[in-house]
């Protein structure tokens, strides 16, 4: 049954966060959220970047390419929009070397463009300090878990594995994976069509 109120919650909680990549016109200017930094190997598949999933990887039978992909929570300071931050690893060194220096990502002030101002050139990134003492930062997100949720992998069957000193891994139940996805894709097929707008 539903429960309504006419009382606004005090707190909105966001379900889920946006993927940024650096776009060719327009730095991103934010501030990391995250301890560390995530690494994932991912491939160009089906028309979007989707993880790896050694050792049962299709893309990886059809011989795709894989590469190393970054990620990381941030935050914009002007607008406090929480986002989690993708570039790949040949971009991301500047973030090893702040961790080398502070021990932890968070609070470190990042810009990131792409000089050449091209979609898919090198982004360039780079760090830096920043008063903290009058921004708070959010807590960051489980950000294997957080990118499940943009690649689609259901919930249900991600779990966080035994850490290591610098990124959880995540153990994947395949059988419920595969099912639900073609449980996903059964639906999909039995829907009525959506017009224009996304409604149905």
Known sequence: MPNWTNAL???????????KRTPPDKPIRAIVTSDQFHVCWTHFWGGRTRPCEKPECQACEAMSPS???????????????????????????????WITTYATLRGCYFQASRPKRRRNSPVEIITKPIDLTKILLPPAPQIPLAMAVIWQIPATAVHPGPTSHSAPEIDVDRHQVDRMRLNAADYAATSPPTNGNGSR
């Open 9 to 19: 919650p005090h707190e909105q909680t966001k379900q889920g966060y946006d993927l």
């Open 67 to 97: 590469r190393a992909h970054c990620y990381l929570s941030a935050m914009d300071p002007a607008t406090r929009y929480h986002f989690i931050f993708e570039c790949t690893a040949a971009a991301a060194w500047p973030f090893e070397e």
